[in-house]
């Protein structure tokens, strides 16, 4: 099997596995991942992620211009924003519509520079401070701009009213840091007005500090 079909089939994969524990639904919710030679497979627009076919998956060039395969997700600007602005650490992005990372974007109580509490070490460990973008229409792409305003200093937003979008070095990385800002995002929402016991300063910066984060 080629390394473009093993992508193809681990997107599919993921995708499904995602869906079938209600992290997204209907046909919300879109992945990309870059090839070697800089081209990007990206998941249609209106499919399925439960019923993704890996012969079938939009193949874009780096500046978001269709190539082959199905139509894209019209979330494009989202995706190619964070391969411009993130080059040497981007290999994939997830973009997903998951309740509890929306839900914590709507509370008025939520940091727009660093939605997540220091709950967890897995939190920051994987996904730095976690920056709340405004509301975009989706398909609108300014909020490929928006990205582009972060220069680089995030792996993690969530557009408000919308949902996520993470980056990571690997598709498997993007899933599993996409799937701890749900799953963070749950927690503090849950100990939400409970006071809860957070990480302190020293721990924080031990985590910044041995895992490389991104916390500026």
Known sequence: ?????????????????????GLTSGSSGNISARLEDGRLLVTPTGHCFGRLDPATLSVIDADGR???GDA???EVPLHTAFYET???QTGAVVHLHSTHSVALSL?????????????????????????????YMPGDPAMGDAIRGLAGKRTAVVLAHH???????????ACYAMEELEEASKLAILTRGLSPKM????????????????WD
């Open 1 to 21: 099997m080629s390394a473009e079909a093993k992508l193809r089939e681990d997107i599919c994969t993921l995708a499904a596995s995602m869906f079938n524990r």
């Open 66 to 68: 269709h190539l082959d």
């Open 72 to 74: 894209p997700t019209k």
């Open 86 to 88: 993130r080059a040497a």
């Open 107 to 135: 509370l008025p109580e939520t940091d727009p520079d660093n939605m997540l509490p220091p709950l967890t070490a897995y939190g920051i460990m994987r996904l730095g401070k976690v920056k709340l973008l405004p509301y």
């Open 163 to 173: 949902g996520p979008v993470v980056a990571g070095k690997s598709l498997e990385a």
């Open 199 to 214: 990480l302190n300063a020293a721990e924080i910066n031990g985590l910044v500090t041995k895992f490389n984060v991104d």
